[in-house]
């Protein structure tokens, strides 16, 4: 199978290739001059070995409680206070730890995580490889080999944890054991992005997108195929205009499920039957976040926009931050945040999509979305660094 990094496709994309985005281009990228409202408060900072570099990774951290469960590239795995970023346990999930850090032939690489769920989190690997870790202690509890890339978050319910692999297969694993209990296989065309659609479970089911440009449904208890509708079809005649991944994670939001692909639509789909309620036409391989009765988008190209979550009608639309290949967005309080390729922290009022604050991190940018804490974010940057920011 023929995989293409987004960064190809998106002629160098900064974020995923480590390469400048503007130093070779006439009219280089410059952020809007702001004034801040705010100044944006850091409350601790910590490391995780060497992050992801330039590699892709959709390595989020999770939280629990009072715990921030992080992970870098090349096997370490750590769990921090929330509240003080002090280092609670770390493990290393390499099978044999290299004697130096940056020999790549004995990285875990790992690349899909975090979740945490029943008492452990799992993690997966670019090596096919699923990894359980106690919570508490942070002992590897069992690893699973798989067949196929582990590049997306696993997820949790009715008692399993479902892993979407680059193969085209989804498995469901027993949570204590690792124990295959079905699989599921999706065609997958010759020419895709670069990442998978993580799975949600909800009502009975496991929802996921497929690199055919298709939101499906199986039955969590067995595997089988409960429903399936596209989101995104094929046009064009070039390889890249026909790719039409749903690389995002679906969002289940009362009895809608909401799904965006990239060349595709943004869809809101009713989840017991799979009957499309409307669509708009956005592009997207970044994970969208509902708020209330407000969707939050970024789209290919880097424009945010809020959309109304019954009608998909357009509510507001930021492009001044496109082409700074922007993560997904989170929401915290009054505001969306999220970060750049070049180690930006974006704070923009969720009611009009004006640009409130910024703040620069000294570091190799921004390659996941902010995750909320109770009254506080934690950043992940790819060189490693580990940040906690009050929200004001």
């Known amino acids: 199978m023929k995989k293409l990094s987004m960064a190809t496709l ?33 409350l601790w900072q910590e490391s995780v070995g060497s992050g992801v570099e330039h590699y892709f990774s959709r390595l989020t951290p999770a939280v629990y409680q009072d ?46 995580g975090i979740l945490q769920a029943y008492g452990n989190i799992y993690i997966g690997s670019e090596h096919g490889e699923v990894i359980a870790i106690n919570r508490d202690s942070g002992e590897i509890v069992w690893r699973k080999n798989v067949p196929g890339e582990a590049l997306s978050s ?10 979407n ?27 895709t992005l670069r990442g998978l659609s993580s799975p949600t479970s909800a009502n009975g089911g496991v929802l996921f997108g497929e690199e055919s440009g298709k939101l499906s449904v ?23 205009e026909r790719l039409v991944d749903v690389d995002t994670k679906p969002v289940v939001s009362g009895a809608l499920v909401y799904a965006i692909g990239y060349n595709g639509n943004l869809a809101a789909v009713d989840v017991r039957n799979g009957n499309v309620v409307w669509k708009r036409e956005y592009s997207s391989y970044r994970d969208l976040t509902i708020d209330l009765n407000i969707i939050y988008i970024v789209d290919s190209d880097g424009v945010v926009y809020a959309l109304d979550k019954e009608s998909g009608i357009e509510r507001w639309s930021q492009p001044a931050l496109r082409g700074w290949y922007l993560t997904a967005p989170t929401v915290a309080g009054n505001y969306i945040v999220l970060g750049d390729q070049e180690g930006n922290l974006h704070w923009l009022d969720k009611q009009s999509g004006q640009l409130v ?36």
């Open 154 to 163: 696993p997820a949790a319910g009715d008692g399993l944890i479902y892993v």
């Open 10 to 42: 998106a002629l160098c994309m900064a974020s995923l290739l480590g390469c400048s985005s503007s130093d070779d281009d006439e009219d280089e990228l410059v952020l809007p001059q702001i004034t801040n409202q705010f100044e944006t408060q850091i």
């Open 218 to 240: 199986l039955i969590a208890e067995n595997g089988y195929s409960a429903w399936s509708v596209d989101v995104a079809l094929a046009k064009g005649s070039s390889e890249f």
């Open 357 to 392: 604050s910024r703040e620069s991190f000294d570091s190799s940018g921004f390659f996941t979305e902010p995750v909320k804490a109770d009254d506080k974010l934690i950043l992940y940057t790819r060189d490693g660094e580990v940040s906690a920011v009050k929200i004001p």
């Open 165 to 191: 692999l680059g193969s085209g297969k989804l498995l469901a694993l027993h949570p204590d054991t690792g124990e295959e209990r079905w699989r599921h296989e999706q065609e997958v065309p010759a020419l």
């Open 67 to 112: 715990m921030v469960f992080v992970a870098e590239r090349y096997g370490r795995v750590k769990a921090l206070n929330a509240d003080t970023g002090k280092t609670l346990w770390e493990t290393d999930t390499r099978k044999a730890p290299a004697f130096w850090p940056w020999e790549d032939n004995d990285s875990a690489k790992l690349s899909g």
